[in-house]
């Protein structure tokens, strides 16, 4: 399967420039970082959680790229929707693959007002990152992306009470002055 992936992904590339680039990181992620979340998760040497994490962080670095590849001669609004069309076609095909339509009955108000909220916040969110890439550099813009961590922490303390110990706000220190350090020349 991670072949396949591969080469269709080879198909998908036109741009020779970017082509030997992005397929050595494109072949790397597949051949490192999946076989190995496998076996961690067979074997039970780290919790799902934070596979799941570390998973979502190598794919969030693949999209800036892809993203900023993308984006050549094109409008960033245009971009940013192809890309809502393919995110919705794999996440209804792995709902009616694993039999999870079922569960849409039993979805409640609160879910419906919460899961829009959280729709408007990420097409939102989307329509912006991909302007700012389409406009700046890869490293600022994903660099400052990344600050939603501390503002996350922070909306979690505030509005779900979920403590701040040293540990975190240490390491939200460090990842804002991470941001402003990639951001500011």
Do not use: H
Not at 54 to 70: C, H, M, P, Y
């Amino acid at each position: 399967m991670i072949v396949m992936i591969c080469y269709d992904f080879e198909l998908i590339i036109t741009n020779r420039d970017n082509l030997k680039n992005l397929r050595s990181i494109f072949n790397f992620q597949f051949s490192i970082f999946l076989p190995l979340s496998c076996l961690l998760l067979k074997k039970n040497i780290m919790p799902s959680w934070l596979i799941f994490a570390i998973l979502s962080a190598v794919f969030a670095a693949l999209t800036a790229i892809f993203a900023k590849a993308g984006l050549k001669d094109i409008n960033s609004d245009l971009a940013m929707a192809i890309r809502t069309v393919i995110i919705l076609f794999i996440a209804w095909g792995i709902v009616f693959f694993r039999g999870y339509t079922s569960q849409l009955s039993s979805l409640t108000k609160n879910n419906w007002i919460f899961l829009i909220l959280s729709a408007v916040a990420t097409g939102l969110s989307w329509i912006f990152y991909f302007r700012a890439l389409q406009i700046g550099k890869v490293a600022a813009v994903s660099a400052i992306d990344k600050g939603s961590v501390v503002l996350t922490v922070l909306l979690a303390f505030i509005f779900l009470k979920e403590p701040i110990t040293l540990r975190t706000a240490i390491a939200i220190t460090l990842i804002a002055a991470g941001m402003l350090i990639m951001a500011l020349k």
